[in-house]
């Protein structure tokens, strides 16, 4: 019933750049009022939203008295040392200077609706430049109970770097609340300092029903009214009944305990289930005997899930925006010689039941680039694959207009050429895709990969179940031709090798404008800046000729993509001259995946080019062991065919990206 997730546990001495309180020097303590408190000028006049404005909260009570069940019903294990620790480190980073609280409606829209005064954000900042996340406490729709349901979130995530938002909002209004909340942290996204890729939404029990009700891409542009606003990378929820499920729901992280009266654990284990068979990133937990209502769990069989759900939102981060708390927490535990985290989670990642620098390296690899296992072979297409998958993406034609290839620069002959586009299942404009150019060989063109929307290839139904389970990353897929002014030019062996060595200026210039201008990719527009910009998620790739192709692409586009797939480059090609154009670029900056069989021509080419590339200023082999930015898998037996083909390409974009 209770699965883990690689995690850490909070290390709070470490430095950092993070402001974490020193209470001991601070006004606050269990013995405080709450009048004392809302008058502190550090809180300005937002200072009774700390407390909840729809519960009766007078203002001798003192800290102690309102960390109770009485105030905040539903909760369980509410601790006054936690409240205490709140108020202080929001008083002093104020004091510091920190703006701590944010209104998310302007002044005109409060004056014509005085509830929206009840309502914004406080700011628990972590690492300039770190992604964010909101917390959305609950209260049964009837109070906010911020002081046990974000705000100790809040604060524990900021510590591990991360940027942190605690809403208060209106129990009558929260879903418009939380989008105008979300829309107000893109809108200031520089002023924060917050990176807004792959954000999180957590909440208990109501607030977790927003945050789930947000984290659905359908639901956030009908409440945002915006295209413009990415979904949310992960959800995290604690005891809630809220059972609703759509493929459009964003990966979901749940903890609930096996004794909560309000909330079954089953109903969310089965959401999570079902979550699962669309083939969206789930993790569940349910605590043995724990109530409704535990927070952040500290002193429980729960204590340390908070960071097992940082993990889990990490582990849905396509890059590497990870603060270096993180990579701190780690290291301290490495010199503590823990082999495991409070939550039980083991640390000897090499499996060789030591827990030494190896597993640290291995770690730091794992937050850093959230890398899958490398390959150390070539997997066959499962056979099912060629079958008709449960979740169609579809096929479209994309027409055009470039240039006569060996004239471009002049640009006096007009061709209208045709791409075969992929769409992945439930493709929406709201979301970001990565995006993968695939080049046929010879004696090929656009459709010789993926057929054409009237008449697919098999290899189609091979991406589709890939996706469908969850082996590759949704993206968008273009197979454009090199053929120039007759479709019998990739027959042409020597004619390919000129087309292929002039293809960047179609590329660069006309295929990527037209595909990205269309389709919903990571370039917020077509400029050649924001296209460089957004290199990090296009990859190009292709067989054979394809791969010449590929190679030259790597020689004049690298500005334009991090990732290639050359497969059976059958041909010898000027290498240091088209390797050169690394020169100005570090080596994590690209990555190229090379294969063939040995039953291939082409495997004598591939395999003296692996050893120049292992000699190389610009190539570093990837293993188990070594970090790198080459792989290269050899099929026994395979030769040159379309089988090969179709399983390389398979395994390249079951790699990239994840």
């Known amino acids: 019933m209770v699965s883990t997730s690689c995690g850490v546990t909070p290390e709070t001495s470490q430095k950092s750049s993070v402001s974490i309180s020193n209470t001991s020097n601070q006004f606050a303590n269990i013995n405080t009022t709450v009048g004392e408190v809302i008058s502190n000028p550090a809180f300005k006049d937002f200072g009774r939203l700390l407390f909840p404005v729809d519960r009766t909260v007078t203002d001798d009570m003192t800290l102690a008295e309102i960390s109770t069940s009485r105030v905040y019903t539903w909760y369980n294990n509410i601790q006054s040392d936690k409240t205490v620790e709140i108020i202080n480190t929001l008083a002093e980073r104020a004091e510091n200077g920190q703006q701590i609280f944010y209104s998310i409606y302007s002044e005109e829209e409060m004056q014509a609706d005085e509830s929206k005064r009840d309502t914004g954000l406080f700011f628990f900042k972590g690492e300039a430049g770190a992604k964010f996340s909101i917390m ?91 295209k413009d606003i990415k979904q949310a990378g992960a959800v995290i929820m604690q005891y809630t009944g809220y059972n609703s499920v759509s493929s459009s729901d964003a990966p ?21 289930e079902m979550l699962e068979s669309y083939g969206i990133a789930t993790e569940f937990h349910a605590y043995e005997g724990l109530p409704h209502g535990f927070g952040i769990g500290k002193g429980t069989n729960a204590d340390g899930w908070i960071y097992d759900a940082v993990s889990f939102w990490e582990n849905q981060m396509y890059d590497d925006n990870i603060p270096e708390h993180r990579q701190l927490a780690n290291l301290q535990d490495f010199l503590l010689t823990r082999t495991t985290n409070a939550h039980g989670n083991d640390y000897d990642l090499n499996g060789d039941d030591v827990w030494d620098v190896f597993d640290l390296c291995l770690m730091r690899r794992r937050y850093l ?17 060629y079958t008709t998958a449960d979740e169609q993406g579809k096929l479209e034609e994309l027409y055009y207009d470039t240039y006569e290839s060996m004239t471009y620069d002049e640009k006096n002959q007009i061709l209208n050429k ?45 991406l589709d179940n890939a996706i469908q389970n969850g082996e590759m990353k949704p993206m968008i897929i273009v197979c454009p031709t090199y053929n120039n002014t007759s479709s019998q030019d990739s027959a042409d062996f020597s004619l390919a090798l000129n087309l292929n060595r002039n293809y960047h200026n179609e590329l660069i210039n006309d295929l990527i404008p037209a595909v990205e201008s269309k389709y919903s990719t990571y370039a917020k527009n077509t400029t050649p800046d924001e296209l460089r910009n957004s290199r990090e998620h296009r990859g190009f790739g292709g067989f054979s000729m394809g791969s010449v192709a590929t190679w030259r692409t790597f020689q004049n586009c690298l500005d334009y993509f991090k990732y290639f797939l050359p497969m059976s480059c059958g041909t010898s090609l000027d290498d240091d001259n088209i390797w050169a154009a690394a020169e100005k670029y570090n080596q994590d900056d690209y990555f190229v995946f090379m294969m063939t069989g040995t039953d291939d021509f082409a495997y004598s080419y591939v395999n003296r080019r692996s050893d120049k590339m292992r000699n190389s200023d610009y190539f570093k082999e990837m293993t188990d062991a070594t970090n790198g930015n080459f792989l290269y898998l050899i099929k026994e037996g395979y030769s040159h065919n379309g089988l090969a083909a179709n399983e390389y390409t398979y395994n390249g974009l079951c790699w990239f990206w994840e």
């Open 418 to 462: 045709r791409a075969i586009v992929y769409l992945p299942y439930g493709y929406s404009e709201s979301k970001e895709y990565d995006v993968f150019y695939l080049m046929h060989g010879g004696w090929g063109n656009e459709t010789t990969t993926l057929g054409t929307p009237q008449n697919p290839s098999a290899f189609k139904n091979v």
């Open 369 to 385: 680039s959230q890398n899958k296992p490398v390959p150390d072979k070539i997997n066959e297409i499962p056979q099912g694959y």
């Open 252 to 272: 979901t992280y749940a903890c609930v305990g096996t004794s909560d009266g309000i909330a079954n654990y089953k109903t969310m284990q089965n959401r999570l």
């Open 136 to 226: 959305n406490a609950g209260g049964g729709f009837a109070y906010v109970g911020a002081m046990h349901d974000s705000f100790p979130h809040a604060l524990e995530v900021s510590k591990m770097g991360y940027n942190a938002f605690a809403l208060i909002y209106r129990p009558d209004d929260p879903y418009n609340d939380l989008a105008k909340a979300i829309e107000f942290i893109y809108d200031h996204a520089e002023e924060l300092e917050v990176d807004t890729d792959y954000y999180s939404l957590w909440g208990g029990s109501a607030g977790a029903r927003m945050a789930a009700t947000l984290g659905n891409t359908d639901n956030l542009t009908a409440l945002t009214q915006r």
